[in-house]
Every structure is written in structure tokens, then in C-alpha cells.
């Protein structure tokens, strides 16, 4: 178990100083969800300005790094064979995953501290309970990292280009991150509260929110995150393919 975690790290490692390299990566990681906060926190189509921007703008950041950009740049490394050739060595279908989960997760919540820092600076007072909203944003980076994982791992790579970014721009729009599920009829907003944007968007929310109303909204949204990352790392495993 230990030679594994081992190995997990050290590609944990190597993937992380790729991602940094990665001008593409950081663009959509760091610049977009600036231009995010500096769009909605100053405009008054999210109603709540800064201090309702912010936890929609991290859940944005957050899918935007561990599923879409983790499942396009995996899906195109399958097609190149570099995949491959990872498969030569000791790395394990699990220590890949797992180390590419974790680097992606870690540049997400550099993004996560960037957006908070801006926020600050446009008027956002952070408070609530920060423990709990740092548990949440990594509990959905590592939902969307694995299911980002299964997505790249079972299409090809232009099927993989074309879902993610629609599944980004779905679930952005309909999926409980900009409209809340609470203002959509009830039987919609009941089906929509139950995917993890939504659950993610609105723990973080509750996380954030100096004076929480409903903490069991904050234990759900955490049990939702939690079976969808377990089911997604359990297909993962399970279905990857090295090419």
C-alpha cells in the first residue's frame, strides 16, 4: 500500500508541474474566473452581488478545471499514446488516476484562493465557516476530477471535446450554479438539487454564508458530492482505457 501511495504521489508530482506549464490550463483554471467575479459581482443579474458571485464562481472554477479541461487534456493524451507509454511503467490504472485527480484538484484550489482574494478586494467579507467550505471545494474537485477521468477514458477524444464542453455549458445554465434550484419548479428544481453543480454551488453557499440558515442543505449538498465521486472513481477504475 505504501509503494503505491508512493507512486501516486510521485505522479501526482509530475502531473502538477505539466499543468503549470500549461498556458491553456491556466487560462481556464485563472483568467476566466476572474473575468467571472468581475462579471458577476458587479452587474446585477446574480442578485446578492460579491457575496453571492463568489460561491458560484468558485463551483465554476471548480468544474471548469477538474472535469472539462482534466477530461479533454486525458482524452487527447489517450489519442497521442502517451497514455501508453505510462502504461510501461509501474504506474498502476490507479496511481494514474489518482495522481491525475490530485494535481488537477491542487490547481483548482490555487484558482479557489485567486477568485477569494479578488473577492476581497471588491468588497467581499469572508465568513461562515471556512473548514467545512475548504472540505466541500475539494470534495467537488475530486467529483468532477473523477468523472472527468471516466468520461476521457471511455470516448474518443473528439466525442470526449465535445461532451465535456457541453456538459460545462449545461450544467453552468441549467445545472443549480447560476439559477438556483430553489426558484425553478419544484418537481424540476428537486431533480436539478441532486447533481453535484447544484449540491457543490450550494454547500458552498451555505459554507460561506456569515449566518446559515439550513444545515442540513450543508449535509446534504456534502452526502450528494460524496456518492457522486464515489460512484464516478468506482466507473473510473473500473472502465479507464490507457488508449
Known amino acids: 500500500m505504501s509503494t503505491s501511495w508512493a507512486r501516486a ?11 503549470l506549464r500549461n498556458g491553456e490550463q491556466l487560462l481556464l ?3 476566466i474566473p476572474i473575468v467571472l467575479v468581475l462579471a458577476l459581482g458587479r452587474t446585477t443579474f446574480v442578485p446578492g452581488g460579491v457575496d453571492a458571485a463568489i460561491p458560484k464562481v468558485l463551483t465554476i472554477s471548480i468544474l471548469a478545471g477538474c472535469f472539462t479541461s482534466l477530461a479533454i487534456a486525458t482524452g487527447f493524451e489517450r489519442r497521442s499514446g502517451a497514455l501508453r507509454f505510462l502504461a510501461t511503467t509501474p504506474l498502476t490504472r490507479a496511481n494514474l488516476l489518482t495522481g491525475k485527480a490530485f494535481a488537477t484538484a491542487i490547481v483548482t484550489l490555487l484558482s479557489v484562493l485567486v477568485v477569494s482574494l479578488l473577492g476581497i478586494a471588491l468588497g467581499w467579507r469572508p465568513a461562515g465557516t471556512w473548514p467545512v467550505a475548504i472540505g466541500i471545494a475539494f470534495l467537488g474537485c475530486l467529483t468532477f476530477a473523477a468523472w472527468g477521468l471516466f468520461l476521457a477514458g471511455t470516448l474518443r477524444a473528439e466525442a470526449v471535446l465535445a461532451v465535456a464542453n457541453g456538459v460545462f455549458l449545461a450544467l453552468i445554465l441549467f445545472g443549480g450554479i447560476i439559477i438556483d434550484p430553489t426558484q425553478l419548479p419544484d418537481a424540476l428544481g428537486t431533480v436539478i438539487a441532486f447533481l453535484p453543480s447544484a449540491a457543490l454551488a450550494q454547500g458552498l453557499t451555505q459554507a460561506l454564508d456569515p449566518n446559515p440558515t439550513d444545515a442540513a442543505q450543508l449535509l446534504k449538498s456534502v452526502l450528494v458530492l460524496t456518492t457522486w465521486a464515489v460512484t464516478g472513481a468506482l466507473l473510473a477504475r473500473r472502465f479507464f482505457r490507457w488508449e
Request: net charge positive; no cysteine; aromatic share 14%.
Open 29 to 31: 483554471v485563472f483568467i
Open 9 to 19: 504521489r510521485a505522479h501526482t508530482g509530475w502531473e502538477l508541474r505539466l499543468l
